[in-house]
């Protein structure tokens, strides 16, 4: 056997077996990533997204008391909120995977009615974070449904009154 040939064939073999011990040590797992990814799509077709359980008076004044997104009407937290805003949200996070690559996580968003802290909307994402190959670029993301979804269906939450619906 030629010594060239034996010297290169230990060479990719030395190689492979460091990047095996690297993404090893990493967490990477081949697949893990699809697994969670088809995981949120799942947990987020059962409940995720938005579900409105009252509608909200407000005023054309009121708006401007509210955040807005993308030039849409938005809830801010009741940390901060305006005192006098006519509705804030709550912000619950449950981490279905923490410490693991990838992390998932479930965020629930409870909006109350501020003149008597009833819940009038809720809405809920799913996210995956992680699960790449280990390199030096950002960890990929997936959440479900997308925020801008959010946003957009919260607008039903809203009757502004003086205007024609």
């Not at 006519?86 to 990838?102: C, F, G, H, M, Q």
């Amino acid at each position: 056997m030629n010594i060239y040939l034996w010297r290169r064939t230990d060479l990719v073999l030395l190689l492979l077996t460091g990047l095996i011990a690297v993404a090893g040590c990493a967490g990477y797992v081949p697949g893990r990533q699809a697994y969670w990814g088809a995981q949120v799509k799942e947990m987020c077709a059962k409940d995720g997204g938005v579900q409105i359980f009252e509608k909200l008076h407000i005023s054309k004044s009121d708006i401007t008391l509210l955040d807005r997104i993308d030039n849409r009407i938005a809830i801010p937290s009741k940390r901060s909120a305006n005192p006098r805003a006519p509705a804030y949200s709550d912000l619950y996070i449950t981490y279905l995977r923490k410490e693991v690559n990838p992390q998932v996580w479930r965020a629930e968003s409870v909006i109350k009615r501020r003149s008597d802290e009833v819940v009038i909307a809720r809405w809920v994402v799913y996210t995956r974070v992680g699960g790449d190959f280990p390199s030096h670029a950002h960890e990929s993301h997936f959440t479900c449904p997308e925020l801008r979804t959010i946003t957009s269906d919260l607008q039903r939450l809203f009757i502004i009154d003086g205007e024609s619906q």
